[in-house]
């Protein structure tokens, strides 16, 4: 089944320590989608891509960073996790035509829940 | 900035009880709205979405929610809960204006359905 696609489902890492988080989809939707959530908090959006734009929340630290190399995949980048960073990072997906003005459901992967030690 | 306040952080109901979340929203435009269902262990699902239309919406699993725009509301209703319809459920927003926006997500009601 077509489905987003998050790898690990967890991860620990080390405090400081580099750590690349991976979505990939086969939906063929242009918009991806890094949410971050914390403990008993509601997903917090840390940026999308539209296509190959980038686009970051004006609060999102840059300790975190995305790439997205092509279509099917985007990566989530964390330069030196804090304990702080800990929580489940949710990838999603939506398709939005260019230029148009309908919006369409946002299709969410399971999951990857980061541990720094 | 948008936000989502839903009511109540904990519910606890009795198999065919009805059911009713709250959630209300501040946003400076036209929105979509949604509920997402998180089981246990398991991801994100969407339950129901407005976009523009009836404001009465359904959902799978026979969940509903009214649109009442006067009242920034989307509550969400059940009319006989099952047990498993245990779960974490989420109101969301995002503004209908075009482009591709993030969702703004509520703080989270978590449902147990005693049997």
């Known amino acids: 089944d077509a489905m987003v696609i998050q790898n690990p489902r967890y991860q620990v890492t080390q405090f400081g320590k580099p750590v690349t988080l991976s979505c990939s989809q086969t939906?063929?939707?242009?918009?991806m989608y890094w949410y971050q959530q914390k403990s008993s908090q509601a997903p917090k959006l840390l940026f999308h891509y539209y296509d190959k734009d980038f686009n970051n929340e004006a609060d999102t630290p840059d300790n975190f960073q995305s790439r997205r190399p092509n279509t099917s995949f985007c990566f989530l980048d964390i330069r030196s996790p804090g304990l702080g960073d800990a929580a489940m990072y949710l990838c999603?997906?939506?398709?939005?035509?260019?230029?148009?003005?309908?919006?369409?459901?946002?299709?969410f992967g399971p999951g990857t829940r980061l541990l720094v030690l | 900035a948008q936000s989502v306040s839903q009511h109540n952080h904990h519910v606890i109901l009795s198999e065919a009880a009805s059911l009713e979340l709250g959630c209300n929203y501040s946003y400076g435009g036209t929105v979509n709205l949604f509920w997402y269902v998180q089981y246990p262990g398991q991801h994100l699902q969407l339950l129901l979405k407005y976009f523009s239309g009836d404001p009465l919406v359904k959902g799978i699993k026979g969940f509903e929610a009214e649109f009442i725009k006067s009242k920034f509301s989307f509550n969400l209703r059940k009319p006989s809960v099952q047990w498993s319809d245990t779960a974490e459920y989420f109101c969301a927003v995002e503004g209908s204006g075009g482009g591709a926006d993030g969702l703004t997500f509520g703080k989270g009601t978590h449902l147990i359905i005693q049997p």
């Open positions: 999603a997906t939506s398709r939005d035509p260019t230029g148009g003005w309908s919006q369409e459901t946002q299709y």
């Open positions: 939906l063929n939707h242009n918009v």
